[in-house]
């Protein structure tokens, strides 16, 4: 079993940043793939990025364009999502998302567990 605390989020100005946090708790953890998805107000949820917690290959949604940046830091066993340039059509709630089995990572990964999510809100 694997727990995720969500923290950050919150109201943004365009062309501002913000920065996620998710921290992981429970056993095996160096197997652990983890990353965020996003849904919007009326569509579905999208992947948005993913890490290996081993060797930290990372994977990003093509609409991220080099403003999004996920990472992790082992010694908290947080992942991290840092969002530039923000955009209004980048208003969503955000999830963490985490996987002990080996699956492939990208826009078809439909992961194992799910954070509470956390809201961001870009205004223009």
């Known amino acids: 079993q694997v727990q995720l605390v969500e923290s950050g989020g919150g109201l943004v100005q365009a062309g501002g940043s913000v920065r996620f946090s998710c921290a992981a708790s429970g056993p095996t953890l160096n197997r652990l793939a983890m990353g965020w998805f996003r849904q919007a107000p009326g569509k579905e949820r999208e992947f948005v990025a993913a890490?290996?917690?081993?060797?930290?290959?990372?994977y990003y949604a093509d609409f991220v364009k080099g403003r999004y940046t996920i990472s992790r830091d082992n010694a908290k066993k947080t992942v991290y999502l840092q969002l530039n340039l923000l955009k209004p059509e980048d208003t969503a709630v955000y999830f963490c998302a985490a996987d002990l089995r080996a699956v492939a990572l990208g826009s078809n990964w439909r992961p194992y567990y799910w954070g509470q999510g956390t809201q961001v809100t870009v205004s223009s």
């Open positions: 890490i290996r917690w081993s060797g930290g290959t990372t």
